[in-house]
């Protein structure tokens, strides 16, 4: 939790490699990890440049996964070995210019390609990969509510650029023009246990949970970080709302943030 994992190698898993007990011992089967609210940034590896997951029941949240590479899960490789089905899951993550050639971003993987496994994606972006998501052995993907470059099936998906404040600089902070903002699902965030974001910023602000490890809010415009939203700033604020870029509530709270901080 809270962990940031720069510019690590390994031949599998860059940053980290996830082992269950194998064979696995009843009643815990596969084993269930967790990663909430990290920064993986710059890992390299043969497989699963940032996690290598094998035979686990992972959880990833609130994350972002910036330029990681590998010649197979340029951010993550899960591979199964046993009939103890993985059910791999990523909510709220941002995944961004991770890539080796036109190999798959993230790749699910098994033994003889026999077991596959039951895979959720919900309110992530998966951005500048080339090819962000790979199935070796016909695993059961399902990916929801996220940005996906290049588009991808599945129920409140969409393809549009996520508008980040500066990528190159990996500020994955959305703006408040982004297609990402309120286009989450906030059911799947609440059965995640995701109630505030990345940065610890209280999530689902406005009608619905943003997508992405980042939810966007008014504070967007306090441009110098010094904890209040000064003239010019809310100045910034009242013309996105005259261009139509943000709502009348979101600019009425930033005329109060002014006001009051």
């Not at 996906?148 to 990996?170: C, E, L, Q, R, V």
Request: hydrophobic share 35%.
């Amino acid at each position: 939790t809270d962990c940031i994992f720069s510019q690590n190698s390994a031949a599998d898993g860059g940053a980290l490699f996830a082992h269950s007990l194998f064979p696995p011992i009843a009643p815990f089967d596969a084993c269930l990890q967790r990663i909430t609210g990290c920064i993986f940034y710059q890992n390299t590896a043969n497989e699963g440049g940032a996690v290598f997951s094998y035979d686990t029941h992972l959880r990833i949240a609130n994350s972002v996964f910036d330029s990681n590479e590998a010649m197979r899960g340029s951010v993550l490789l899960n591979y199964a070995v046993s009939n103890y089905a993985c059910d791999p899951r990523l909510t709220n993550c941002t995944l961004f210019d991770n890539y080796w050639g036109q190999n798959p971003v993230i790749t699910y993987d098994s033994f003889q390609q026999s077991y596959p496994s039951q895979v959720a994606i919900s309110n992530c972006i998966l951005w500048n990969g080339s090819n962000e998501i790979g199935n070796d052995d016909g695993s059961i993907i399902a990916v929801t509510y996220s940005d996906i470059f290049g588009g991808y099936p599945g129920n409140g998906n969409i393809s549009g650029t996520p508008m980040f404040s500066d990528p190159a600089s990996s500020d994955f902070h959305l703006m408040p023009s982004s297609p990402c903002i309120n286009a989450g699902s906030s059911a799947a965030a609440i059965n995640a246990g995701i109630i505030t974001d990345w940065e610890g910023d209280p999530r689902i602000i406005g009608g619905g949970v943003d997508i992405g490890a980042d939810e966007w809010s008014c504070w967007y415009y306090d441009r110098n970080g010094n904890g209040t939203i000064d003239y010019a700033e809310m100045v910034d604020a009242l013309m996105d709302y005259l261009r139509g870029i943000i709502s009348y509530s979101n600019m009425v709270n930033t005329l109060m943030l002014y006001l009051t901080t």
